[in-house]
């Protein structure tokens, strides 16, 4: 695989799907990637491993919900990473982005929050642990 020239522009990649398992078989199949649960995580979650190397997360709908925050067919959602989740939600809120999902902790990875910029494009920030 090629070294990405852009290495930590983005440092992760979600997939929202209906069909986890259909999912799972998909990539695994096509690209290789292979699964593990996310421990402690509040909600059904399961990280999207590169060589051992966690990459994303592939999220099914929660609590019954139609669709994500994000969008309301399955999509990928990339992540940036940056400095300080909390700035980055309040700078894009000041230039008329929007919270789609509030600045929240996640076990053993960081903290992460997913916005949607002025002309509606859905993405992620990440901030590694401390």
């Given at each position: 695989?090629?070294?990405?020239?852009?290495?930590?522009?983005?440092?992760?990649?979600?997939?929202?799907?209906?069909?986890?398992?259909?999912?799972?078989?998909?990539?695994?199949?096509?690209?290789?990637l292979?699964?593990?649960?996310?421990?402690?995580?509040?909600?059904?979650?399961?990280?999207?491993?590169?060589?051992?190397?966690?990459?994303?997360?592939?999220?099914?709908?929660?609590?019954?919900?139609?669709?994500?925050?994000?969008?309301?067919?399955?999509?990928?959602v990339?992540?940036?990473?940056?400095?300080?989740?909390?700035?980055?939600?309040?700078?894009?809120?000041?230039?008329?982005?929007?919270?789609?999902?509030?600045?929240?902790?996640?076990?053993?990875?960081?903290?992460?929050?997913?916005?949607?910029?002025?002309?509606g494009?859905?993405?992620?920030?990440?901030?590694?642990?401390?």
């Amino acid at each position: 695989m090629a070294k990405n020239t852009w290495e930590q522009a983005t440092v992760w990649h979600e997939l929202m799907s209906e069909q986890p398992e259909r999912a799972k078989k998909f990539y695994h199949d096509v690209v290789g990637l292979t699964v593990e649960p996310l421990e402690g995580s509040p909600f059904p979650y399961m990280v999207w491993m590169h060589d051992d190397v966690p990459i994303g997360g592939l999220v099914p709908p929660q609590n019954g919900q139609q669709g994500w925050p994000s969008g309301k067919t399955p999509h990928w959602v990339s992540s940036f990473v940056v400095e300080d989740v909390d700035q980055a939600v309040k700078t894009a809120q000041e230039l008329g982005g929007e919270v789609l999902v509030p600045p929240t902790d996640i076990p053993k990875f960081g903290r992460a929050a997913v916005l949607k910029d002025p002309e509606g494009a859905v993405f992620g920030i990440f901030q590694g642990p401390a």
